[in-house]
């Protein structure tokens, strides 16, 4: 089954409005979740890194302002999108390592976020 | 800039026929995955290769690693409808992973 989930797996939302999506890690415990971002027919573009009980380290060009990332327990991590745009529609996935250093990553199984 | 490319980005084949996806990529990286992911879905996990030389066969599918040339090979044998999906390989320099282009695979009758 599943070993990470997210929540919502679609939302549509209208622009200038804010969206929070949630990764949870299921029966382990994740200090370190990965948030990437795929646009249709693209690859993953790994957008920020977040740790639990510190701030999240964005990507370049990421701006930390507007994907707000908070990892406030060892199961969750949750993205928020705020004041979203057309632009921001897109296809959500988070990660987390099987276990700390674990080569190894479970991916989430993403969220479709579109923004009219 | 890390750059990771597959080559064909896309790919067309008959069923039967044998076929190679490459991935090069422009940092060291002591391991390299390989994944696969249907329209709408995420990332299933088929390969891991942690060393140079490595090889690792799973059915239909092969994948290869030479560290010093900084290539990775996913070797598809006598294709079948069910492997249409996109593969994408990544480096992991650190403990990030970076994917590469994405190659988008149409196997036909």
């Known amino acids: 089954g599943a070993v990470v989930s997210q929540h919502p797996s679609r939302v549509i939302c209208k622009s200038g409005t804010s969206v929070k999506i949630e990764c949870r890690s299921l029966d382990f415990q994740a200090t370190t979740m990965f948030w990437y971002r795929q646009f249709p027919k693209q690859s993953l573009m790994l957008m920020a890194t977040?740790?639990?009980?510190?701030?999240?380290?964005?990507e370049q060009g990421v701006e930390k302002d507007k994907f707000l990332i908070n990892h406030a327990s060892l199961t969750l991590s949750t993205l928020t999108v705020t004041s979203a745009h057309p632009e921001d529609s897109s296809f959500y996935i988070c990660s987390a390592p099987k276990w700390a250093g674990s080569y190894e990553q479970y991916f989430g199984p993403g969220t479709r976020l579109t923004v009219t | 800039e890390l750059k990771v490319e597959q080559n064909p980005l896309f790919l067309s084949m008959q069923e039967g026929k044998n076929y190679t996806i490459y991935c090069n990529y422009s940092t060291t990286s002591d391991r390299l995955y390989w994944y696969r992911q249907d329209p709408g879905k995420s990332l299933e996990s088929l390969f891991v290769?942690?060393?140079?030389?490595a090889v690792k066969q799973e059915g239909r599918l092969m994948a290869s690693l030479d560290t010093k040339a900084r290539l990775s090979t996913l070797h598809i044998t006598a294709a079948v409808h069910d492997l249409s999906a996109t593969y994408f390989c990544?480096?992991?320099?650190?403990?990030?992973?970076?994917f590469g282009t994405g190659t988008s695979l149409t196997v036909i009758p």
């Open positions: 990544a480096v992991v320099p650190g403990n990030q992973f970076y």
């Open positions: 290769l942690l060393s140079n030389g």
């Open positions: 977040s740790n639990e009980g510190s701030k999240a380290t964005y």
